[in-house]
């Protein structure tokens, strides 16, 4: 037996296998699982995983207590390793392995003898890594519950200074490393690494896009560590987040939502969070879910006797008994299959230049660009419209969208020409005046200069529609443009051109100075206008139909054909209950929804005709 994955999906046995299960520390011993034993309690916890219809647990590594002097590996700490995997396998549970565990709940549980050293660049340490790596892999990568290792839980963690003095490439050298020793010794077995937001809303070199050694991509969902304006964990953006970070993972491999969950909030709130952000990121093609996490915790040592409130982020409470939070995952659980759509290849893609995570290296760069991306993948999906989030080839969609360039170097430029030569839309906003504009060729127009925000940039109008630019919630200086074959469609207070029109090849190129999607970066901002309008202008130039017709744009509409029957997942992203009439292909349905929650519409297609 042994887990694959094949055309973007995870497969066990050559069938389809989505991940449902949890992050797991037992109650009692906390993260002191392995020195204080305790396997009764263990199975115990797998057992009722199982009759809750969970097939997955993840679990952690610490590496201090399997080798306490280097070189020297506890062989005890090895068979209570594989003690656990026979017991989730009783349990017909798959394991995700955490390996190097030093970081957890916001504390280094660090090994004595490590001295600082890094464990990316230090050779003595990266031959420890691999010593300690074969003797686990040895142990337990023969057993065929064993689904995937992790590399070590958000291990840029551990040395932040050290991380960001990493490059991308030592970094992706380090787990390829490993990766290749997993590999030797369990070659059934996947390989991830589990990185929080800053994966791709940071500049970290742990980051998505430099993922190429692994087979799955691990994505932390918790939206109030996010970057940007995420105004509270029932807010559209956050149940968005998730949703937003496995489609980002999907244009560099298959990702994994190996940590999902909230803090500092009630019962209530945490399972409502968990409600629509679990179906949003199923909807939106992650291989499965690992929710943060099995049950509150008791223990009092480290990491929580310095931070107590790490303790109380469970499904369960103390005594056992189901929170708010565990019924609804049970609810997502029995309809996971449903969920998991399989979308039709759109005609939009959302893509993402060469150095859209790239971070400030001196004085030229602008950093991390993807807070931008968000706010695209939020408004199309406020218009309705179907994209994909695209790296590498464009070759045919029919509108690409380039939201808040703060970088574009000439392959993006050649591959957006490409486009546009064969009768495609490039629609292209500015994020920086020097390094993201694509230039006078592509653009029909040039840049006068820069000057500080004035009232006559303060909002442009495209005909009748008029929307209002926040520059300072960006870093992109005011620009004038002046044209030269560009035809101005859109024009600021000032009368400046503020959106060009120019044809390339057999299609067209259109560009705003404006940094559009990036000035939405303000607390409530996104949902006090119909800002999502501007895109579905913008894909009716390009001949692009919204899914679905849906007056509400809190509702996400993820839809795919299934047995001869069109589906149509929804899912209420807003802050209050929906009373909406969705219409598509003939079909209307009366669709009631309350705050965060789901359903799955099926039609027939003698009823789509009617």
């Given at each position: 037996?042994?887990?694959?994955?094949?055309?973007g999906r995870?497969l066990?046995?050559d069938?389809?296998f989505?991940?449902?299960?949890?992050?797991y520390?037992?109650?009692?011993a906390g993260c002191?699982i392995?020195?204080?034993?305790d396997p009764?309690?263990i199975?115990h916890?797998?057992?009722r995983m199982?009759?809750?219809?969970?097939?997955?647990?993840r679990?952690f590594v610490f590496?201090?207590?399997?080798?306490?002097e280097?070189g020297c590996i506890?062989?005890?700490?090895?068979?209570?390793?594989r003690h656990?995997v026979?017991t989730?396998?009783q349990?017909?549970?798959?394991?995700v392995i955490?390996?190097f565990t030093?970081?957890m709940?916001?504390?280094?549980?660090?090994?004595?003898?490590r001295?600082g050293?890094?464990l990316?660049r230090?050779?003595d340490?990266?031959?420890l890594?691999?010593k300690?790596?074969?003797a686990?892999?040895r142990?337990v990568g023969?057993?065929?519950?064993?689904?995937?290792?992790d590399?070590?839980?958000e291990?840029?963690?551990?040395?932040?200074v050290?991380a960001a003095?990493?490059?991308?490439?030592?970094?992706?050298d380090?787990?390829a490393?490993?990766?290749a020793v997993l590999?030797?010794?369990a070659?059934?077995v996947?390989?991830?690494?589990?990185?929080d937001?800053?994966?791709?809303?940071?500049?970290?070199p742990f980051g998505?896009?430099n993922s190429?050694?692994?087979?799955l991509i691990g994505i932390?969902?918790?939206?109030?560590w996010?970057?940007g304006?995420?105004?509270?964990?029932?807010?559209?953006?956050?149940t968005?987040?998730?949703?937003f970070?496995?489609r980002?993972a999907?244009a560099?491999?298959v990702?994994?939502?190996?940590?999902?969950?909230s803090?500092g909030?009630?019962?209530?709130t945490?399972?409502a969070?968990?409600?629509a952000s679990?179906?949003s990121a199923?909807?939106?093609?992650a291989?499965?879910?690992?929710?943060?996490c099995?049950?509150d915790?008791a223990?009092e040592a480290?990491?929580?006797a310095?931070?107590?409130m790490?303790?109380?982020?469970?499904?369960?409470?103390?005594d056992?008994?189901?929170k708010?939070v565990m019924?609804?995952?049970r609810r997502?659980?029995?309809a996971?299959?449903?969920?998991?759509?399989?979308?039709?290849?759109?005609?939009v893609a959302?893509?993402?230049?060469?150095?859209?995570?790239?971070?400030?290296?001196?004085y030229?760069?602008?950093g991390t660009?993807?807070l931008a991306?968000?706010?695209?993948?939020?408004l199309?999906?406020r218009?309705?419209?179907e994209f994909?989030i695209?790296?590498d080839?464009l070759t045919?969609?029919?509108?690409?969208?380039c939201?808040s360039?703060?970088h574009v170097?000439l392959?993006?430029l050649?591959k957006?020409?490409?486009?546009?030569?064969r009768?495609?839309?490039?629609?292209?906003?500015?994020?920086?005046?020097i390094?993201g504009?694509?230039?006078e060729?592509?653009v029909?127009a040039?840049?006068?200069d820069?000057?500080?925000?004035?009232?006559?940039?303060s909002?442009?109008s495209?005909?009748?529609?008029?929307?209002t630019i926040d520059?300072?919630a960006?870093?992109t200086?005011?620009t004038?443009?002046?044209?030269t074959?560009?035809?101005v469609?859109?024009?600021y207070?000032?009368?400046?051109?503020?959106?060009l029109q120019?044809r390339?090849?057999?299609g067209r190129?259109?560009f705003?100075n404006?940094?559009?999607?990036?000035q939405?970066d303000r607390?409530?901002r996104?949902?006090?206008?119909p800002w999502?309008r501007?895109?579905?202008?913008?894909a009716?130039l390009?001949?692009?139909?919204?899914?679905?017709?849906?007056p509400?744009?809190?509702?996400?509409?993820?839809?795919?054909?299934?047995d001869?029957?069109?589906?149509?997942?929804?899912?209420n992203?807003g802050?209050t209950p929906?009373?909406?009439?969705?219409?598509?292909?003939?079909?209307?349905?009366?669709?009631?929804?309350?705050?965060k929650d789901?359903t799955?519409?099926?039609?027939?297609?003698?009823e789509?005709d009617?």
């Amino acid at each position: 037996m042994s887990f694959t994955v094949c055309d973007g999906r995870l497969l066990r046995d050559d069938r389809p296998f989505l991940v449902q299960g949890v992050d797991y520390h037992p109650s009692s011993a906390g993260c002191r699982i392995w020195t204080e034993w305790d396997p009764g309690a263990i199975a115990h916890d797998f057992e009722r995983m199982a009759e809750a219809g969970l097939n997955t647990v993840r679990f952690f590594v610490f590496w201090r207590d399997f080798e306490p002097e280097p070189g020297c590996i506890d062989m005890d700490m090895l068979e209570r390793l594989r003690h656990v995997v026979d017991t989730a396998a009783q349990a017909k549970l798959a394991c995700v392995i955490s390996l190097f565990t030093i970081w957890m709940n916001g504390q280094l549980l660090d090994l004595p003898w490590r001295q600082g050293r890094s464990l990316w660049r230090d050779e003595d340490m990266l031959a420890l890594e691999e010593k300690f790596a074969t003797a686990v892999a040895r142990e337990v990568g023969g057993c065929d519950n064993v689904l995937a290792f992790d590399l070590g839980d958000e291990i840029g963690c551990v040395d932040p200074v050290e991380a960001a003095a990493s490059t991308a490439e030592q970094i992706a050298d380090w787990q390829a490393r490993l990766a290749a020793v997993l590999r030797l010794e369990a070659p059934n077995v996947l390989v991830l690494q589990a990185n929080d937001a800053s994966g791709v809303l940071g500049p970290s070199p742990f980051g998505a896009d430099n993922s190429a050694a692994l087979d799955l991509i691990g994505i932390h969902g918790f939206p109030v560590w996010a970057p940007g304006s995420i105004e509270s964990t029932l807010s559209f953006k956050a149940t968005n987040l998730t949703s937003f970070l496995v489609r980002f993972a999907s244009a560099y491999g298959v990702p994994l939502v190996d940590e999902l969950g909230s803090y500092g909030v009630d019962d209530a709130t945490a399972a409502a969070y968990l409600r629509a952000s679990a179906a949003s990121a199923i909807g939106n093609g992650a291989s499965g879910i690992l929710v943060w996490c099995w049950q509150d915790i008791a223990a009092e040592a480290e990491p929580y006797a310095d931070r107590p409130m790490e303790r109380f982020a469970g499904l369960h409470r103390l005594d056992g008994s189901a929170k708010p939070v565990m019924r609804e995952y049970r609810r997502i659980i029995g309809a996971a299959t449903e969920l998991a759509t399989r979308r039709p290849r759109p005609s939009v893609a959302v893509y993402l230049p060469q150095r859209v995570r790239a971070h400030s290296g001196s004085y030229l760069d602008s950093g991390t660009a993807t807070l931008a991306t968000f706010f695209s993948y939020l408004l199309l999906k406020r218009a309705h419209i179907e994209f994909d989030i695209v790296a590498d080839d464009l070759t045919g969609y029919d509108l690409v969208i380039c939201p808040s360039v703060a970088h574009v170097t000439l392959l993006d430029l050649r591959k957006l020409h490409a486009v546009c030569a064969r009768g495609g839309t490039v629609y292209f906003s500015l994020g920086d005046h020097i390094h993201g504009f694509p230039g006078e060729p592509m653009v029909g127009a040039e840049i006068v200069d820069y000057a500080p925000p004035s009232a006559g940039k303060s909002a442009f109008s495209w005909d009748s529609d008029e929307w209002t630019i926040d520059w300072a919630a960006t870093r992109t200086r005011t620009t004038t443009l002046r044209p030269t074959t560009a035809e101005v469609i859109g024009r600021y207070l000032d009368g400046s051109p503020g959106l060009l029109q120019r044809r390339v090849g057999n299609g067209r190129f259109l560009f705003t100075n404006a940094p559009f999607e990036a000035q939405l970066d303000r607390p409530e901002r996104l949902t006090a206008a119909p800002w999502e309008r501007f895109y579905r202008r913008i894909a009716a130039l390009a001949g692009v139909a919204p899914v679905a017709a849906c007056p509400d744009p809190d509702v996400e509409i993820l839809s795919d054909d299934r047995d001869g029957c069109r589906r149509l997942v929804l899912i209420n992203h807003g802050v209050t209950p929906s009373d909406t009439e969705i219409s598509w292909g003939g079909a209307t349905a009366r669709v009631e929804l309350t705050t965060k929650d789901w359903t799955i519409v099926h039609v027939r297609p003698e009823e789509a005709d009617r």
